[in-house]
C-alpha cells in the first residue's frame, strides 16, 4: 500500500536539501534519489486508484510538490513533470496502462509540445523528432513526445482546422538523451533534449490531451489537464519561494548592523519588506487553492466550465510570477552575502525566474484569461 503522500514529501524535504548542490553539480536528479522518490510513491500523485495510483485532489497534489519544493526546486520540478505525465494513464487502454505505469516504480517523462512528426501506418505510428525541455528524463522508463500526425506526406487536420497531434509514449530504449542542458536555473532538472527516429509506436498507445476523452470516471480526470500542469508549476515555484522566505528570515536574524550591533532583522524597513512579501505570497497562494476548490466542485458534478478553467490557469500564472518576484525581495533581503554560490539564495532566485519561461505560465496567460472574461473569442483547446 502507498505511503501518504504528503506525509512522504516532508519526511523527504530535508535529505533533499542536504543534497541541493549535489544535484546542481549534477544538472540532473540523481538517480539514486529519484528512486526513492517513487518508492515512496511520489510519482503516482495523478495515477488513477485502479493502478494503484493516489489519484489525489488537485489541492492535494500542490502541498506535496510544495513540500519537495522547500528541499530543492529542481527535485520538485522533476517530481511534477513525472507526476504530470503519468496523467495519460487515465487515457489509455488497461492494457497499455499497465504496460506503461503498472510498475510501482515506473517514473515518467518527457515534453508535451508537438515537436515530433509521427507518420499513420498500419496500425501504429513511425515516429520521428527532437524534443527539447525533457526534464528528469534521465530517470525515466517511458517517455512521452508530443507529435504532428502525418498521414503520408499530407499533416492530419483536426475539424478545427487545426494541426492534429498527439502524444507518443515510447520505452526509453527507443529514445536518445542529449546533454543540452547548461542553463541558470533548474540546473538540476536535466532538461536536455531527447530525440526518436523511426520509433514505432502503436496507435492506442498514444494520447491526445484536447480530443481524447478519459477512460477514467474520477473527478481528477475532469480537471483540465494542461491546467494540471500549470497548477504543478505553480507549487514547485510556491515551494521554492516559502523556503527563500525562511532563507532570508535566518540571513537578517544571523547578520549584524556594522557598528551597532542589532542584526538586520531588528530593523523596520527589513521587517516591513519580509512581511509584504510574505502577505504577497500567502495571498497568491490563496488565490490558487480557490480557484482549486471551485474547479474541484463543479468537477464532482460535471464537467469544469470555461469560465473556471481560466481562472484556474490565471491563478497558476499569478502564483509563479508573484513567487519569483517573492524570492527577488528575499534575495534582496540576503543583501551580498546571497552572491555565492553555497547561499541557498542565489539558487532559490535562480529557480524562480526559470520558472516564469514556461509556456503554461508565460504573461500570455493573462491575456489568453482576459479574453475569456471579457466574451472575447480565443483558442482555449489548451485552456
Known amino acids: 500500500m502507498l505511503a501518504e503522500p504528503l506525509s512522504a514529501a516532508r ?22 534519489l529519484a528512486a526513492t522518490m517513487a518508492e515512496a510513491g511520489l510519482f503516482r500523485l ?29 527535485a520538485a520540478w522533476c517530481l511534477m513533470i513525472g507526476a504530470t505525465t503519468a496523467l495519460v494513464a487515465a487515457y489509455l487502454p488497461r492494457t497499455h496502462a499497465e504496460e506503461v505505469l503498472g510498475d510501482p516504480q515506473v517514473i515518467t517523462g518527457g515534453v508535451f509540445a508537438p515537436m515530433g512528426k509521427a507518420i499513420a501506418e498500419n496500425g501504429h505510428y ?9 526534464s528528469g528524463s534521465a530517470n525515466c522508463h ?38 543540452t542542458w547548461h542553463a541558470a536555473g533548474l540546473k538540476g532538472t536535466g532538461s536536455g533534449d531527447m530525440a526518436a527516429t523511426d520509433a514505432i509506436v502503436p496507435s492506442d498507445r498514444s494520447v491526445s490531451l484536447i ?50 550591533g542589532r542584526t538586520q532583522a531588528d530593523r523596520a524597513t527589513v521587517q516591513a519588506a519580509f512581511a509584504e512579501a510574505e502577505g504577497q505570497l500567502f495571498a497568491a497562494r490563496a488565490g490558487l487553492l480557490a480557484a482549486i476548490e471551485q474547479g474541484w466542485s463543479e468537477a464532482l458534478s460535471g464537467a469544469i466550465s470555461l469560465a473556471t478553467r481560466a481562472r484556474l490557469r490565471l491563478q497558476a500564472t499569478h502564483l509563479v510570477r508573484t513567487a519569483a518576484d517573492v524570492t527577488r ?23 524562480a525566474h526559470a520558472m516564469t519561461q514556461h509556456i503554461m505560465v508565460q504573461p500570455a496567460t493573462f491575456e489568453l484569461a482576459g479574453r475569456v472574461r471579457l466574451g472575447i473569442p480565443a483558442d482555449v483547446s489548451m485552456l
Open 11 to 32: 519526511d523527504l524535504a530535508p535529505i533533499i536539501a542536504g543534497r541541493a548542490a549535489e544535484i546542481e553539480e549534477a544538472r540532473r536528479l540523481p538517480a539514486d
Open 46 to 74: 495523478a495515477i488513477p486508484e485502479s493502478l494503484d495510483g493516489h489519484e489525489c485532489h488537485p489541492a492535494h497534489m500542490v502541498e506535496v510538490l510544495e513540500a519537495v519544493a522547500e528541499g530543492d526546486a529542481s
Open 126 to 134: 513511425r515516429v520521428s523528432g527532437r524534443w527539447s525541455w525533457a
Open 142 to 179: 517511458w517517455l512521452v513526445g508530443g507529435s504532428l500526425i502525418f498521414d503520408g506526406e499530407a499533416l492530419r487536420k483536426r475539424g478545427d482546422g487545426q494541426p492534429d497531434h498527439r502524444m507518443m509514449i515510447m520505452p526509453r530504449r527507443d529514445v536518445t538523451l542529449l546533454d
Open 211 to 260: 480530443t481524447d476523452t478519459p477512460r477514467e470516471p474520477g473527478a481528477l480526470y475532469r480537471f483540465p489537464a494542461f491546467g494540471l500542469l500549470a497548477l504543478g508549476i505553480a507549487a514547485v515555484a510556491s515551494g521554492n519561494a516559502r523556503a527563500a522566505l525562511d532563507a532570508a528570515a535566518a540571513a537578517v536574524a544571523a547578520r549584524k548592523t556594522p557598528g551597532s
Open 329 to 351: 525581495a528575499a534575495y534582496d533581503l540576503g543583501g551580498g552575502a546571497a552572491l555565492y554560490l553555497d547561499s541557498p539564495l542565489q539558487r532559490r532566485f535562480r529557480d
